[in-house]
């Protein structure tokens, strides 16, 4: 039996930095699915070691999202980036959340409590946002800094 992926990656190349693009599938959060979220997001922090990619951005596209029954699942998620800080801090230039939903807005605020951004860390509400945020260093800094909040 084949578990569905929480999240589907999308990667492209954007102004010489590579866009890992996670867009989640609006399914049901489990374990089993949020630990192959999590074995995804190591596969890919382990591909940033390589010495051609000097430069990456994540985006998340999270318009939807039931809140987990087992909140450990969020925390045990945020704890994966930890042992990643070196590579996410020479690598990541930035990260996007994409997301309309005040239940993701939530779940995000739990998702804080375990882990505090290296880098800035921008929020969208559209896909247009996102892209010119990818785009311009002027347009991210009209968007909502959620690592400028946390601190």
Known sequence: ME???LFILHTKIVQNRVVFKFVYSEIPITELRMLQASDMMKNVLESCHKKEITNICFVFVINSV???????????????????YDIINKKLDFTIIQSNN???????????M?????????????DESTQKCLLSKSERSKVANLSDMIK
């Open 3 to 5: 578990i569905d992926d």
């Open 66 to 84: 039931e809140m987990p029954i087992n909140m450990k699942l969020i925390k045990n998620f945020a704890t994966s980036f930890q042992s990643y």
């Open 102 to 112: 005040n239940i993701f807005r939530l779940c995000f605020s739990l998702f804080k």
């Open 114 to 126: 375990y882990y505090e951004p290296i880098k800035p860390l921008y929020m969208c509400e559209n």
